[in-house]
Nanobody, 117 residues
Framework: QVQLVESGGGLVQPGGSLRLSCAASGSIFSIGVVGWYRQAPEKQREFVAVISGTGSTDYADSVKGRFTISRDNAKKTVYLQMNSLKPEDTAVYYC???????????WGRGTQVTVSS
């Protein structure tokens, strides 16, 4: 069984920063691509950022220059550093992890990010 736990969300003022973590545990031996997605109230889930197994990254245009995705393979953890946060960044943030051994993908349960003064 594989568990994904997102953490690091919270309430922050506009212009502030947060760092989200996505930690994998359980019977997952090889992690490939990991993506961050977000879903605001009454909106569809959208892509935020992705990092490959070799460290290549890509970002949604709305977060380029403000967010940075990184990974620590030894800890089976992926991070999303979010700077210069805006109210429109408010959403539940989810990570999606590729299990390369099982050729499967898993979603975490999400962490709430609220940007408000």
């Amino acid at each position: 069984q594989v568990q994904l736990v997102e953490s690091g969300g919270g309430l922050v003022q506009p212009g502030g920063s947060l760092r989200l973590s996505c930690a994998a545990s359980g019977s997952i031996f090889s992690i490939g691509v990991v993506g961050w997605y977000r879903q605001a109230p009454e909106k569809q889930r959208e892509f935020v950022a992705v990092i490959s197994g070799t460290g290549s990254t890509d970002y949604a245009d709305s977060v380029k220059g403000r967010f940075t995705i990184s990974r620590d393979n030894a800890k089976k953890t992926v991070y999303l550093q979010m700077n210069s946060l805006k109210p429109e960044d408010t959403a539940v943030y989810y990570c999606n992890v590729e299990d390369t051994w099982r050729e499967a993908y898993y979603w975490g349960r999400g962490t709430q990010v609220t940007v408000s003064s």
